[in-house]
Each structure stands twice: as structure tokens, then as C-alpha cells.
């Protein structure tokens, strides 16, 4: 295999950012011969604010790259609920399924499956700086040291000091949302995954691995601010809708919950900036309401690594890595992520999801209609043993 050869590079590769689309990419480009480095700013793995269900579109990638989904027992979905904030509800298939897994589990199996594939994996360093230089990238890390590579991949989440530094467009403008993360035990239908709506959010309900139940919740910054504080909101707020005070009401919060971030935005990003490819979060934030970004984060790492991976076999240039890499990722993303931000304009407002609830309840075909409109396709051939040898010997 060709590789570039270039003095004093510490990696063909660096990824910025363990998340679920640096960690894809990195054992990708490893388990293709690159020598990749792995920066992550914090500790790892670790629980983090997610609705922790995954489609079943990205079930090949996951195969290709050696984590079989049904080893580290995930719970299969299949249905979802949807209620409006006064409870009037509906059910309907997902067209796709998925599964429930904490991020604490798939981060755990996909960073030890990352070390055995040869990524150098270092944690608990920040990234302060990128330079591109002529050919190559200079990074900079917190402490000063200094890292060198080729190609560099961000992966670094939904907002990072370091969009800051490279000064990304969007980070200039406010990020109006709020999400909180709980782990509960209570009762659940394992094949089942709930989106309730509220006045100024809605909020997720789905079961993980251990038989534990996620509630995840977003809610808007002028909202959360009237009662300023997380029991005061799903007191006042969240348990007006009668799905969430029963999960409120009738649980048990797990240690270490809730978590919560803030300054979540989703507006449009940068795909490529100063010559690094974006991908995960970094790179577009779907809605919660879509309930796809984790399929998203791990589909992107797949796109990224295969151009990545022919630039550094000399099959093509860096502007024809970054052009493609543009396309396909539009291409696959772009419509999604609008349908997201208009489903973020209808739901969580009182009146409008309660009318959209009924309209929908009126023409029930359109529920999986509009699932289909943020999730790729599952194509099960690709899950035989002749599909997976081919994929991972090109």
C-alpha cells in the first residue's frame, strides 16, 4: 500500500474528539494501515447527554469494522410513541428499528476495539490549536506540546472552545437550547421508544443495555430560565404532560444523573474548515426530534474514511478528498438535517404539536413517511459474510 512519506509526522492521521464519529474513523483508518492518533480532552468512556438509540441503517459499518450490535446486547426497538404536551398520543412502527445502548457501553467497546486495531489513543488533552501548513497540520495541545500529521479529523462535539479558535461561523451566533440526561429504573416497553412534547422542549424515553431506562430531555434556555433550576422545570413544566410525570414520578434516578450541557445549536456548519474534515456533531447537529444523530456521527466517520484513506494511498488529491467528502456527506445529510430543524419549529410549542399530533393521528401513513426523511436505508445483504469481505479487503 502507498503511503505518503513525509518527515516528522507523528501520525498520517489525527482525530480530534473520542465521540462516536472519531472513534468509527479511527479504527477505520487504522485497520487500513494509517497511523492515526486519537486526541480526547477528557476522561473516557463516560456517560454523556444522548438519546442512546441508534438506527439500524449503520448496522454494516458497524459489522465492517468488527463490533457486532447484538454482542454487547443492545435492546431492539422497533415502535415509537409520540404525545403531545397535554398526552394525547399515537404509536407507530419504525420503518427502519434500531437499538437501544448506553453511549457509556459503545464508547467502551469501540475505544478497546480502536487500541487492538493500533490507534494510539491518548486522553485528558485538549486540542488548543490547528495550523495547516503548506501539507500538513500543526496541533498544539493544552499543555504545549506539539502534534504533526497529515490529514486531521474533527470530531469534537457540538460546541468546543477550539470552533472558537478556528473561528467557525456559526459559534458566533446564540445556541438557545438546553439538554438534560437521566438513567431511571422503571417500567418501560423494551421495543419501544417515546418522544413526549412539553411547552419549550420534548423529551426521550428508551431502554439501554442493563435494562435501564434513558430520559433525555431538550428544552429551551428561555424556558429553563423561568424556573432555573432542573426540578423546578419538570415540576412546573415537563410533568404537564402526563407520559413524562409518570416517568418522573415513578422511577428511580440512577447515581451520577442528570447530566446536562448547555449552548446547543443547530444551526448550519462548516463542513471542512482550513483543510480539517468535520464529521459527528462537529460537522451538523441534527434534532433530538429526529432521533438519528448517533446513526449520523457513525455513518459520517464511514464517508470521511474512505477518502481519507485514498488520499493517503496517492489515489487522489487533498482538494479531490475535500470535495468528495463535501458531496457525499450533502448528499446523504443535508435533507435530514433541514427536516430536523423544521420538526424543531413544530414541536415543543403547545398549540402547533397538539394540531400536528391530530393531523397526524388523521393520516397515520405519514408518521413513517417523515421517519424516513431523517434515516438512510438498512440494507441487509450487506450484513453477508461475502459483502463484509469485500468491504473490508476494499
Not at 444551526?267 to 434534532?287: E, F, N, T, V
Request: glycine share 8%; aromatic share 10%.
Amino acid at each position: 500500500m502507498l503511503k505518503h512519506n513525509f518527515e516528522d509526522l507523528d501520525a498520517d492521521v489525527i482525530v480530534v474528539g473520542a465521540g462516536l464519529a472519531g472513534l468509527v474513523s479511527s479504527i477505520q483508518l487504522a485497520q487500513a494501515g494509517l497511523d492515526v492518533i486519537l486526541f480526547e480532552k477528557g476522561s473516557f468512556p463516560k456517560h454523556k447527554v444522548c438519546g442512546e438509540y441508534i438506527s439500524n441503517e449503520i448496522r454494516p459499518i458497524l459489522y465492517k469494522i468488527g463490533l457486532f450490535p447484538d454482542q454487547i446486547t443492545p435492546v431492539k426497538i422497533k415502535e415509537l410513541i409520540l404525545s403531545a404536551p397535554s398526552g394525547n398520543s399515537l404509536t407507530a412502527p419504525l420503518p427502519l428499528g434500531g437499538f437501544g445502548i448506553s453511549r457509556y457501553q459503545i464508547d467502551l467497546s469501540l475505544s478497546q476495539l480502536a487500541i487492538e486495531s493500533g490507534v494510539k489513543v491518548i486522553t485528558e488533552t485538549a486540542i488548543n490549536a490547528v495550523q495547516f501548513r503548506e501539507d500538513y497540520f500543526d496541533l498544539t495541545t493544552r499543555k504545549g506540546e506539539l502534534f504533526r500529521s497529515k490529514v486531521v479529523l474533527g470530531s469534537f462535539g457540538k460546541r468546543s472552545m477550539l470552533d472558537r479558535t478556528l473561528n467557525r461561523v456559526w459559534f458566533k451566533y446564540e445556541a438557545p437550547y438546553i439538554g438534560i440526561k437521566y438513567h431511571l429504573k422503571m417500567d418501560f416497553p423494551s421495543h419501544q421508544v417515546g418522544l413526549h412534547n412539553f411547552k419549550g422542549g420534548y423529551g426521550g424515553l428508551s431502554m439501554v443495555e442493563d435494562g435501564s431506562i434513558n430520559f433525555c430531555y431538550l428544552i429551551s434556555k428561555s424556558a429553563f430560565q423561568k424556573h432555573n433550576d432542573i426540578k423546578g422545570v419538570e415540576q412546573a413544566v415537563l410533568s404537564q404532560n402526563p407520559f413524562l410525570r409518570e416517568a418522573l414520578e415513578n422511577s428511580d434516578v440512577l447515581p451520577g444523573f442528570p447530566l446536562s450541557i448547555s449552548n446547543i445549536s443547530f444551526r448550519p456548519k462548516s463542513l471542512i474548515q482550513d483543510h480539517i474534515l468535520m464529521a459527528g456533531d462537529a460537522a451538523g447537529l441534527i434534532s433530538p426530534l429526529a432521533g438519528n444523530g448517533m446513526a449520523m456521527a457513525i455513518h459520517a466517520a464511514d464517508i470521511a474514511s474512505k477518502y481519507i484513506i485514498a488520499y493517503s494511498r496517492n489515489e487522489i488529491s487533498r482538494e479531490q478528498m475535500e470535495q468528495e467528502y463535501w458531496k457525499e456527506w450533502n448528499t446523504t445529510f443535508r435533507w435530514r438535517l433541514w427536516v430536523g430543524r423544521q420538526l424543531q419549529k413544530v414541536f415543543g410549542q403547545s398549540l402547533v404539536s397538539e394540531t400536528s399530533l391530530k393531523t397526524l393521528k388523521r393520516a397515520p401513513s405519514l408518521v413513517p413517511y417523515i421517519i424516513r426523511q431523517t434515516h438512510g436505508k438498512y440494507d441487509k445483504t450487506l450484513l453477508s459474510p461475502a459483502s463484509l469481505g469485500n468491504r473490508r479487503n476494499g
